[in-house]
């Protein structure tokens, strides 16, 4: 019977660092994390524990990728952390090793049950090649709110950013120096107990893995179209749509390629009959459009009702928009809107603009809109690509993320 993980890694916290070394080394070849269930018995929360960091460097440093050559999420850096957690003892002491496998046992519980979320972040790196995080706190409170809600373990914000910061400086060639480029971060958290019983498990895995990214458009925006989706909901009252579970996002995959099927990139969200505008593909939504009765300029986004993702992007666009736009006239708007309502704004010209906003993009401008077998134009001429607020909200939070707006978002490693 495979010896119950836990337990090594218990006997293991009271030994040299030099002997974990040596037990470390021989992990590598099978690494199992999957744990027997009988593991999960009394808690005692051991919070995750930055100086108790175990590092281990690769021997055998990976290439580096010319800059234009690379591709989202395809090339990772040479290390990985990763920390394991057990009911028992609570969070064991942190290991950056090389980038490996993982070995999980068929019946592990993230296999049959989906106890799994994740967490999108990237590091960036100054004109002085200083190593910043945007907003990592803001990542940090998300991750905990996932995990809290399929019963994995939470954990001190300031100790993973930590460690986290630790492990894009031993990558720190993978970052590139080129502005729209940045290290895209995943942390990930699974359930490893092994069972076929529905429950907590009784342990887990964080693991945070790093991929050297480019710009979203290399070549400037491309502005796109959006299908109204209404056949398919993504998220409900009540469900976990605002959790980043990924379960969240494999029944997005069908829709999505109904629509591009179709000739337009991303579903556009509908909830309801009322046909409530929620999200866009995997980032939140905005629109600028002018008050039917004042006339004056509206920025509107989807409120927090449950059913929308709390996008870093979206808070860092409000937060601007309020502090930038709304001294300008504009009224800043987290409500609920229709597709009627976008629909009626653009027949009478007072649409003028709408865009996607998330971590990957920081904005994505839309050109139209596909519902009930009409175009809605979301404003851009033909000629443009962005309207002038995506322009302005992709300068402002870039600014801040690569320290040229020397800003508290902006988290020095
Ligand atoms: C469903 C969904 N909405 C919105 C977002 C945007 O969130 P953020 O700005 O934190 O990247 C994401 C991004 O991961 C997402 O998956």
Request: charged share 25%; aromatic share 10%.
């Amino acid at each position: 019977m495979m010896r119950p993980m836990f337990s090594r890694c218990a006997s293991l916290r009271s030994v040299s660092t030099q002997t974990s070394r040596t037990l470390l080394g021989s992990w590598h070849s099978a690494r199992s994390y999957s744990i027997t269930p009988e593991t999960a018995s009394t808690s005692k929360p051991l919070d995750i524990d930055p100086s108790k960091l175990v590092v281990e460097k690769t021997t055998k440093p990976g290439p580096l990728k010319k800059p234009e050559e690379l591709i989202f999420g395809a090339n990772f850096t040479d290390h990985m952390l990763t920390i394991e957690w057990n009911k028992t003892t609570g969070w064991l002491e942190p290991h950056i090793t090389p980038y490996q496998n993982l070995s999980l046992d068929p019946a592990t519980c993230v296999f049959h049950y989906a106890f799994e979320c994740f967490e999108g972040m990237k590091a960036y790196k100054d004109k002085q090649g200083k190593i910043r995080l945007f907003r990592p706190d803001k990542n940090m409170e998300r991750f905990n709110k996932s995990a809290a809600r399929i019963a994995l373990p939470t954990f001190a914000p300031t100790a993973l950013i930590d460690l986290i910061s630790k492990l894009v400086k031993i990558d720190s060639r993978f970052i590139p120096e080129q502005r729209g480029y940045s290290l895209y971060l995943r942390p990930t958290m699974i359930g490893t107990q092994k069972t076929l019983g529905v429950g907590a498990p009784g342990s887990a895995l964080l693991y945070v893995i790093a991929s050297p990214v480019g710009p979203y458009y290399p070549t400037g925006f491309k502005a796109v179209s959006l299908e109204a989706t209404n056949y398919a909901v993504r998220a409900w009252p009540g469900g976990v749509g605002d959790k980043k579970l990924g379960a969240n996002y494999a029944p997005c995959i069908v829709p999505q390629r109904e629509a591009m099927s179709r000739g337009f990139q991303q579903n556009l969200w509908l909830f309801g009959e009322e046909e409530f505008v929620t999200e866009v593909g995997t980032m939140n939504f905005f629109v600028a459009l002018k008050n039917k009765e004042t006339g004056q300029k509206e920025l509107i986004t989807a409120p927090l009702d449950g059913t929308i993702l709390e996008g870093v992007t979206r808070d860092s666009v409000l937060s601007l928009a309020r502090e930038r736009l709304a001294p300008e006239g504009w009224k800043i708007e987290e409500r609920k809107y229709t597709m009627a309502e976008l629909d009626e704004a653009a027949s009478e010209g007072r649409l003028i603009e709408a865009f996607g906003a998330g971590t990957a993009a920081i904005v994505s401008p839309v050109r139209c809109i596909s519902w009930k077998g009409k175009l809605v134009n979301c404003g851009l001429q033909e000629h443009e690509e962005s309207g002038e607020i995506a322009t302005k909200m992709k300068n402002w939070i870039e600014a801040r993320q690569y320290g040229d707006d020397k800003h508290e978002w902006s988290y020095v490693c």
